[in-house]
């Protein structure tokens, strides 16, 4: 097991409901109210930050989108702020 990992539990409830231990908690990030999301694959669950996991999702799916869009370089990224700016100005 890595050096960062740890073994916890939780007891499944009457209506299926965990209480999910406070240092799973914190290496999650999530609080009160924050939503976590649930992967499954094959008989392993893993549970994540839902709002991390939305964008590492998102990450993914816009892997390479800069340059099949011909953005290729940080000075073709501020022409195209700027021009959007100015479009914004202009309506």
Known sequence: MAANAFVDNAKVMAKG???????VRD??????GDRVTFIVEGNTVRMVNSA???????????????????????EDVMALVKELRSEDEKA
Do not use: F
């Open 17 to 23: 409901q965990i209480t999910i231990p406070k240092d």
């Open 52 to 74: 991390v996991y939305a964008m590492q999702v998102l990450q993914q799916e816009m892997t390479g989108e800069a340059e099949r869009t011909g953005l290729t370089s940080e």
């Open 27 to 32: 290496v999650l990030g999530v609080s009160n």
